[in-house]
């Protein structure tokens, strides 16, 4: 299986910055596309940024300009670098994998929709 721990959540002020990150662990052989999702307080989990295994990233029109998401595929890792906080940024960032190639049992599988537990990030005015 794959398991997911992110790091690098906290307090921060508006216009402030943070950085996420995520490592993926397990007898992993790849990884195809990471991202970040985030669920503010009384709404649904939204994309935030994704970023493909050659690096191809996609954003939500919120954040573009303002965060950028990268992966070292040698460390099965992907970051978040959040810059211009604004308070509507807060929420619970999820880290999240699609499809992943694993060894377990003698055998390589592929499994799918891997998700962190979860890191709070929360901007104040």
């Known amino acids: 299986q794959v398991q997911l721990v992110e790091s690098g959540g906290g307090l921060v002020q508006a216009g402030g910055s943070l950085g996420l990150s995520c490592a993926a662990s397990?007898?992993?052989?790849?990884?195809?596309?990471m991202g970040w999702y985030r669920q503010a307080p009384g709404k649904r989990r939204e994309l935030v940024a994704a970023i493909t295994s050659e690096r191809s990233a996609n954003y939500a029109d919120s954040v573009k300009d303002r965060f950028t998401i990268s992966r070292d595929n040698a460390k099965n890792t992907v970051y978040l670098q959040m810059n211009s906080l604004k308070p509507e940024d807060t929420g619970v960032y999820y880290c999240?994998?699609?499809?992943?190639?694993?060894?377990?049992?003698?055998?390589?599988?592929?499994?799918?929709?891997?998700w962190g537990q979860g890191t709070q990030v929360t901007v104040s005015s």
């Open positions: 397990g007898s992993i052989r790849s990884i195809n596309t």
């Open positions: 999240h994998v699609d499809s992943a190639l694993y060894w377990s049992s003698d055998l390589f599988r592929r499994g799918y929709d891997f």
